[in-house]
């Protein structure tokens, strides 16, 4: 069973960082491309980073040079948040989109992320 469990949102100000992780469980990352989307209030999700099984990695433009996606163990992916603006204000999702056997997509619970002014 595929699980997500997001973690390390919560409030800052602007100009402040934070780094979030995501625990992984019930599958192997060379099967799956891992990610983040945001939802903010009102608008509809958004692809913020991805890694692949290669390792290769994408960002939104609206974060590239402050976001940093990370495979940091066997089990955990994280985004480091820097330099962070109120526009990033956000419910944060951890993502995996998987082939054989897992196949299918997958989300975390969201966690949230509240950069104040």
């Known amino acids: 069973q595929v699980q997500l469990v997001e973690s390390g949102g919560g409030s800052v100000e602007a100009g402040g960082s934070l780094r979030l992780s995501c625990a992984a469980s019930?599958?192997?990352?060379?099967?799956?491309?891992m990610g983040w989307y945001r939802q903010a209030p009102g608008k509809e999700r958004e692809g913020v980073s991805f890694i692949r099984s290669d390792g290769s990695t994408s960002y939104a433009d609206s974060v590239k040079g402050r976001f940093t996606i990370s495979q940091e163990n066997a089990n955990t992916l994280t985004l480091q948040m820097n330099s962070l603006k109120t526009e990033d204000t956000a419910v944060y999702y951890c993502?995996?989109?998987?082939?054989?056997?897992?196949?299918?997509?997958?989300w975390g619970q969201g966690t949230q992320v509240t950069v104040s002014s």
């Open positions: 019930g599958f192997t990352y060379s099967s799956c491309t």
């Open positions: 993502a995996a989109g998987c082939t054989s056997p897992w196949d299918g997509f997958y």
